[in-house]
């Protein structure tokens, strides 16, 4: 039997190579990132033919862990897991919604949003924390001495942190920036137990002290420089085609803050290419809220020269991030996939979630702002109305419903709300009843 192999190796290409159940997170040499790479050699005994039954033979299975989306692709992802240390609460395998109505009414037909917030915590995040909670669940199991997993956190990766953590029965910690998250990312580390610090500062406050905490005080971290979430996030890619029967798309767009997920993006494309499942590349659109737009600054500029920024408020706040950790990665992805940048203003976004809930999705604002991106390259021609793209929506809308509830009263600063939606309150009685439903319905 073939057997996989994955290490941590540093994405600006110097030598050597790290076990994935060392406790590092930046190459000793150049302290950038580092990646996990696989024994490509041993995948590609295989064939794609071969890795595309095995895919769709797992999916949906109840034969453990296969059914996870993600560890359904166990060789891809994290090989050398042993199966009584995975950590998963069968993430993954998502719907693909057609949005055939709010498609058609922005000028495109084939139009789909992979709907990643139908998840156990309701956003993407789970698919990475699946990973990252396994590999410490197996360094725990091995006797290595961790004494609890931490992040910073916008919301969702607090959220999927300490759901794992719960399941494996390991102390989480998170630190959040106070006031900025909503209350249902609060109160789910919350219910899961995790301890939870509010600090007076923002996102990228919090991350300065949680990179201390690991570095000092022999706490796991769990942000996004960590890069076993990636291999995880990366199966998006991998759902997508094979939701389509192993076609790819011309399109994915998808939000960023951090940029872990289009790097994670890219990198699914890359495995799929090069272990010989598809032959195309699809275009990559990163969309930024104008509030939180770093790198659609450096795109606009050529990609020359990358600046962090100071983020604004915006209603995506799991994206308000001004010094995105994974920059370099994401547009080396972008490059790669011809890929494009655009931002939607806070008006822009809003109107977006609005008109694709109208057509039958429930849409988180991060996910609005992916659409507003979309409707600028339709309305600029760069999209073709035929072409198949699909839109990750990267949370579940139920987290945001005072985003939602200020919208339809009308209440966001920037924003005059065009399909605002309220109650209409009436006494008990018939005829005002009667009248209030005719008014709605066509005669
Ligand atoms: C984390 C998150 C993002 C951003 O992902 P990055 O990898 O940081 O770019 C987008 N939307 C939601 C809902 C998120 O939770
Ligand atoms: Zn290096």
Known sequence: MT????????????????????????????????QV????????????????????DRWMTRVWPYGSGVWGKKEWVMPQIRDENIVSTAEGGTNLFWAERYGKSIGVEDLWIKNCGNSHTGSFKDLGMTVLVSVVKQMIADGKDIR????????????????????????AVVLLPKGKITTAQLV???????RVLALDTDFDGCMALVR?????????????????????????????????????????IIPGGNLGNVAA???GFDMMLELGLITKRPRLCLAQAEKANPLYRAYKAGWDKFEPIVAGETEASAIRIGNPVSVHRAIRALKKYNGVVEQATEAELAEASAAADRAGAYTCPHTGVALAALEKLVARGEIKKQERVVVVSTANGLKFTQF????HEDRIPEVSSKHRNTPIELPNDYEAVKRAVLEGVPS
């Open 148 to 171: 609890a997993i931490a992040c910073a956190s916008t919301g969702d990766t607090s959220a999927a942190l300490a759901a794992y953590c719960a399941t494996a029965g390991i102390p």
């Open 404 to 407: 939602k509830i200020r919208y």
């Open 37 to 56: 790479s696989h024994d490509l050699e041993a995948l590609k005994a295989r064939s794609g033919a071969a890795w595309i039954k095995a895919f769709d």
């Open 265 to 267: 993006l890219g990198a």
């Open 212 to 252: 201390k905490l690991a570095k000092e005080e022999g706490i796991y971290l769990a942000n996004s420089m960590n890069s076993l979430r990636l291999e995880g996030q990366k199966t998006v890619a991998i759902e997508i085609v094979q939701q389509f029967d192993w076609s790819v798309p011309d399109w994915v």
């Open 3 to 34: 057997t996989y192999h994955a290490a941590f190796r540093c994405v600006e290409g110097c030598p050597g190579e790290w076990p994935i159940d060392q406790v590092i997170y930046e190459c000793p040499d150049c302290g950038g990132l580092l």
């Open 188 to 194: 789910q580390p919350l219910a899961n137990g995790a």
